[in-house]
């Protein structure tokens, strides 16, 4: 899928998808890290037919696999967040809605899936809030606030390539405000968690924090009342060095101790990937790059494939890891290598 769609995109927008920042060590590091696990099954446990289902806030999905917010699919396809969440729609999950989306979230949602919506709180709190009801107009069901990101990280793919902007014809729709003027995404220096506080007051929507790596931040999660987490470093996009998903994930765990969903974005490039981090304690994954290759290379059947795939090497791997449910999934059935 992604030898396709590198060869059908433009290559600044290829590089703009596929690029981290820095020298990329977080990026490398993100999928090389679930390399460095291994699975230990358990045998004669009689998994039988799997059930893959997934609970999360109110809704049943097909899968774990979850579409992670990313920008601007319109670069990738013509149909672009449209194609995605049907492509979605399909396979019986939740589509993220990136706040840097090329179509209006009231379009995406004619797909008929599942979307919950990602946020960069603004430092205008009275257009932040208008965004947070137009998505929750547009039923979106949870909204995920990136918090990673008080400053743009530097990607130097995008720099040599002068990729500034979106080409003619394409616009964040869901910047626009109630003058129909396309704002800029501004990234908030101040963030903080009284910006959490304070959208505990504008919305009635589950909220989780995107970004969190360090086990004390995932406490203070907890002591916020945020309803889940993301294990995310941001694709490898934001501060490069910092550590793999999947190794931050097992300290995150513990610190919440079951209190809310945690999840986890960056890798995961297999159905062995996703066995791996549901059996260290995520409740599911969700996916951004592969995704896109399969918009890129096909639309929304494309899409469909990639998360059928992933889904289908996981219903694999359940059953010959002993185990009929996510739920089954434990610590002891994985091991790191050193």
């Not at 045998?43 to 579409?67: I, M, N």
């Not at 394409?170 to 501004?186: H, K, P, S």
């Not at 791997?317 to 434990?330: E, F, N, V």
Request: one cysteine or more; aromatic letters at 4%; proline letters at 6%.
């Amino acid at each position: 899928m992604a030898a396709r769609a590198r060869a059908r995109l433009d290559p600044a927008h290829w590089d703009f998808f596929a690029g981290g920042a820095g020298n990329e060590r977080t990026l490398r590091d993100n999928e090389d890290a679930f390399e460095r696990w291994r699975i230990v099954p358990r045998v004669l446990r009689s998994p039988g037919e799997r059930d893959l289902r997934t609970s999360l806030f109110g809704d049943e999905l097909a899968t774990p696999v979850l579409v992670a917010p990313t920008a601007f699919h319109g670069l990738a396809h013509p149909a672009g967040e449209v194609a995605t969440a049907r492509g979605a729609a399909d396979v019986g999950t939740v589509m993220v809605v990136s706040m840097a989306a090329t179509a209006p979230v009231e379009r995406i949602a004619m797909a008929g899936g599942p979307l919950w919506f990602q946020l960069y709180p603004q430092p205008d709190l009275t257009f932040t809030e208008s965004v947070v009801k137009r998505a929750e107009a547009a039923g979106c069901r949870a909204l995920v606030v990136t918090v990673d990101s008080p400053v743009f990280g530097r990607r130097e793919r995008d720099l040599r390539n002068g990729f500034l902007d979106l080409p003619p014809g394409l616009l964040c729709e869901n910047m626009r405000d109630d003058t129909g003027r396309v704002r800029n995404i501004a990234m908030d220096p101040d963030l903080g968690w009284q910006r959490i506080e304070w959208l505990r007051g504008v919305t009635g929507l589950p909220i989780l924090l995107k970004g969190v790596l360090h086990p004390a931040d995932a406490r203070l999660a907890v002591a916020h009342g945020v309803d889940g987490v993301v294990v995310s470093n941001h694709g490898g996009r934001q501060l490069d060095g910092v550590v793999a998903t999947v190794d931050a994930l097992p300290a995150v765990v513990e610190a919440v101790g079951g209190r809310l969903p945690i999840l986890l974005d960056g890798g995961v490039r297999r159905g062995t990937d996703v066995l791996v981090a549901l059996a260290l304690g995520a409740t599911a994954v969700l996916v951004g790059r592969p995704v896109l290759w399969g918009l890129a290379a096909d639309g929304a059947d494309g899409v469909r494939n990639v998360l059928q795939r992933l889904t289908t090497e996981l219903d694999q791997g359940l059953a010959l890891a002993g185990a009929a449910r996510p739920a089954d999934l434990t610590g002891d059935l994985v091991v790191a290598r050193p």
